[in-house]
């Protein structure tokens, strides 16, 4: 299961997500984001446990549609060791930026 939350802050949106990012979560997903836009969000995915192929695509179709709009990537904030591994695994991992470090509301 995975819980998801949209918090505002200064100039972007940052999501939070907790729990397995899988097939059974991406339509949750998608209804979370859906209202903002996308070039808005970044992504926390410090307390995500899991991530299956569904979880995956959903990030590439994400990193695909913010590269059309404005030549940019998505922001993945603090993703676990794991989480990094699969991204680098199946060849993801440049289509992203990846922050270790917590961001200032700025960002």
Do not use: H
């Amino acid at each position: 299961m995975l819980n998801i939350s949209v918090k505002k802050e200064e100039l972007s949106y940052r999501v939070e997500l907790d729990g397995e990012f899988d097939a059974k979560s991406v339509l949750k997903f998608d209804t979370a984001i859906n209202d903002y836009e996308l070039t808005k969000l970044k992504y926390d995915m410090e307390k995500v446990t899991f991530l299956s192929p569904s979880g995956l695509r959903k990030l590439m179709l994400i990193a695909k549609k913010q590269y059309s709009i404005n030549r940019t990537k998505p922001r993945l904030i603090k993703p676990s060791e794991n989480i990094k591994m699969v991204l680098l695994a199946s060849g993801l991992l440049p289509f992203f930026q990846v922050i270790s470090k917590p961001l200032q509301s700025k960002c």
